[in-house]
Structure formats: C-alpha cells, structure tokens
C-alpha cells in the first residue's frame, strides 16, 4: 500500500487522488495529503532518520514523494543555534534559533517546500514550474528549476527588494512583475494554472509543497535530541509555515519516534499585514483581508489562504499571536545580528520582535525550551536597515591619524 492514501478536504473530508489537485469540488475547501501512518511507522525510526543524508531529505518517509528526490537534494538539515546571548538578553535559558539564513541553495525556508514540490511534479511528469511569489518563493523555484532542466515562470509584485529581483533573474527564468500586490499576483497565477500544464507549486501542487514546511518541525526536534521545545515563535504570511510546524511535531508523535506534544505555537506578524493574528488577539475564528503596508514584503499577505487553520493551530495548542511595527521590526534583525551573529531579512526581524514581546508579557518563561523559525537572509532586504545601521568611520592611512580617533 502506498504511503500517500490519497488528498483530502481540510473541510468536508472528500478524497482525491494524490495528482495535481489543489481544490475541493464540492466544498471549495483545500486539499491536503492523507497518509497511511500505519505503513510509515513500520519504515521508520529515529536510527533510520539519524543514518539518512544531511538534507530535509532524511525524512522522506514522511514526505509526500513515490520515489527517490530529484530536486533539492542537499536542501534543509540547517543549524539549531543555542543562542546564549539573546537569551541572557531575553532572559531565556534555553532559547534556540533554527536559521533557515544558510539553506541551500537561495538563502531561506523556501528551499524546503520547493524541493518537494518540483520533486512531485517531476513525478506527475510536469516540464514547467511556476510559483506567485512575495520574494523568497520565486528566488527558489527559479534556482531549482535550472538545477532540474524545467522551464520556469515566476510571477511577482512590482514592489520587491532589489536582491530578490536579481535572486530570479540570475537563472534565467521569465520573471513576470505584476502591478498590484501579492494578492492580484496569486489570482492571475490561479486563472493561468486552470489553462496551463504548469506546475504552480503554490496552487495546482500545494498540496505537497507544503508538506515541505514540516522538515523544520522535524529537524528541530532532532537537533533537541528527540524532544519537541515548549514554545516556537513562527512568522506568518499565508499560515501554512505554523500549521504544517504543528503537523509535523504531531506527526513524530503518531509514529512514535517521540511522546504527546505540548508545544505552544505562536504566530508573528507585521502589524501592517495582520489579518491573521489580529483576528487571534480580537478573539475571532476568521480574518478580514488587507491591503498590506509593511516592509517586511515577504509576509505580506493581504488575504492568508491558511488564515483560519493558523488561528486554529494556535488556539489547539494553546499558543499566542503578536504583532510588531516597521521600526520593532529593524530593532530585531539588529538585535539578532549583534547578538548571535545572524543577519536576518525582514520576517526574522518580525519573529525577534514578537519573541521579545511574549517573554515580556510572560508567556515565555525563563525556563521554556523556545524555539525561533528565522526563514530568510538579511542580504535579500537591505533596503530595510541601510538608515538605521550608521555609516563606516572614514580615515587617511595613517597611524596617527588612527590612534587619534581610537586612542
């Protein structure tokens, strides 16, 4: 029996077969893989895990593939940091940063999902990929395209930062900047996917694009030498990073590689792109679209298509929601940089921020075992802290003149 039974509504439970499907036709609601937990638990063991190769991939009996990965081989498997200055900062004992800054090849969380999705549509026999994308999305699917010889579309806001404009252009995809937001940008991909063989990785194959998402869930938890952490911090655009971070931890669970989760997942936005978590902090199940007004692009998201799953996520495990302004957001990335030595975009600034804020609140206590998700690279968002980080102290060479200055 094969370990992906089939797809299955997140609403009214119809099953699909597990091709490229993204969308309920009953329901309209989203599909998701179902898998025969059964069978994986029977493949599956920590040694097996510990023995596999040092990428997302030695969890491949929990990812939705046939066969052997083709794209993204040396994705994920990125440093669990014991960050032992932020936390004295913090006041935290056991805080840990997973930094998803060094992920290969593009710098951030992406490449995870991407690997997995471009890796199923090559099983579904798609020659194209294609993605609508905040930035850190298109970056990856351009590069792991040209690593899998697939021609590329990428579809992006007319707003993006300089670097991750270049991150699509170096490999030659056709790169397509559409005016309007992330938001008119995923429309227009969902009318092109319903007339193209094109593998969308974030509509037609989102089902199994996101499952790349719980490779952070796992690492984490066996960089924490097989335990899963009290609390995470998650940033959140769409949702699906914390939704599919809860899943995976529930996952290790089901399959006995670990015991009962009690981990408190909480979410992180900007406050100029909040839907989802102030829905969460106004005690409402569902959220209102916005127009966003952020400079951490990566997460702005007006109209989050897994919204409702993350308010559910945080209140089924007893996590909170913040948000963080422009200015709290550079104050974080400083404070990551100077701190840990971690040069993080915007999104890392957020989830530093809201980190900050709930061990002030005290929902995170000195004690907690707490893990921060930092998904991209501080050198894709200059832009957001070139005013705020001074300027090089010039000199003439000389030794005089330097002793002067620096005594």
């Not at 609403?11 to 609601?29: R, W």
């Not at 890796?119 to 905040?134: F, K, N, P």
């Not at 590329?152 to 559409?178: M, Q, S």
């Not at 769409?238 to 909480?266: A, C, M, Q, R």
């Amino acid at each position: 029996m094969a370990k992906m039974q089939a797809l299955n509504c997140r609403e009214c439970g119809k099953e699909y077969p597990t091709e490229a499907l993204h969308v309920c036709e009953l329901c309209f609601g989203p599909l998701e893989v179902k898998y025969n937990y059964t069978e994986i638990k029977q493949a599956i063991s920590r040694a097996s895990i510990e023995a596999g190769p040092r990428s997302l991939w030695r969890y491949s009996a929990l990812l939705p593939i046939e066969g052997t990965p083709t794209v993204g081989i040396h994705a994920g498997f990125t440093p669990l940091v014991r960050a032992n200055n932020l936390g004295a900062f913090l006041g935290l004992d056991e805080l840990y940063i997973k930094n998803d800054c060094v992920n290969h090849p593009t710098l951030s969380f992406k490449d995870r999902v991407v690997a997995v999705a471009l890796t199923r549509a090559r099983e579904l026999g798609y020659e194209t990929a294609a993605c609508a994308s905040t930035g850190n999305l298109a970056n990856s699917v351009a590069a792991h395209a040209a690593q899998a010889g697939m021609q590329c579309y990428v579809f992006i806001p007319g707003d993006l930062e300089t670097a991750k404009v270049l991150g699509n252009l170096i490999y030659r995809p056709k790169v397509i900047e559409v005016e309007g937001t992330y938001d008119d940008v995923n429309r227009l991909c969902s009318e092109i996917a319903a007339e193209r063989r094109w593998a969308f990785v974030n509509v037609n194959i989102r089902p199994y694009y996101a499952e790349g998402s719980k490779t952070l869930a796992f690492e984490t938890v066996e960089q924490l030498g097989w335990q899963a952490p009290d609390h995470v911090v998650v940033p959140m655009a769409s949702g699906s990073l914390l939704t599919k971070i809860w899943k995976g931890l529930n996952e290790l669970h089901t399959v006995g590689l670990i015991g009962p989760v009690s981990t408190k997942v909480n979410g992180a936005q900007a406050e100029g792109c909040s839907p989802i978590a102030t829905a969460f902090k106004q005690g409402r199940d569902f959220f209102k679209p916005v127009k966003p007004n952020t400079i951490a692009k990566s997460l702005a998201i007006g109209n989050p298509a897994d919204g409702y799953y993350a308010l559910k996520t945080a209140m089924e495990s007893g996590g909170q929601m913040e948000t963080v302004t422009d200015e709290e957001i550079v104050e974080g990335i400083k404070l990551l940089a100077q701190t840990e030595g971690i040069f993080t975009e915007t999104a890392g600034g957020v989830t530093i921020g809201v980190l900050q804020k709930l061990v002030k609140q005290g929902i995170i206590k000195k004690e907690d075992v707490t893990v921060a998700y930092i998904t991209g690279n501080g050198l894709k968002t200059q832009e957001a802290v070139v005013d705020s980080v001074g300027r090089p102290i010039r000199i003439p060479p000389s030794l005089v003149k330097f002793e002067q200055m620096f005594g």
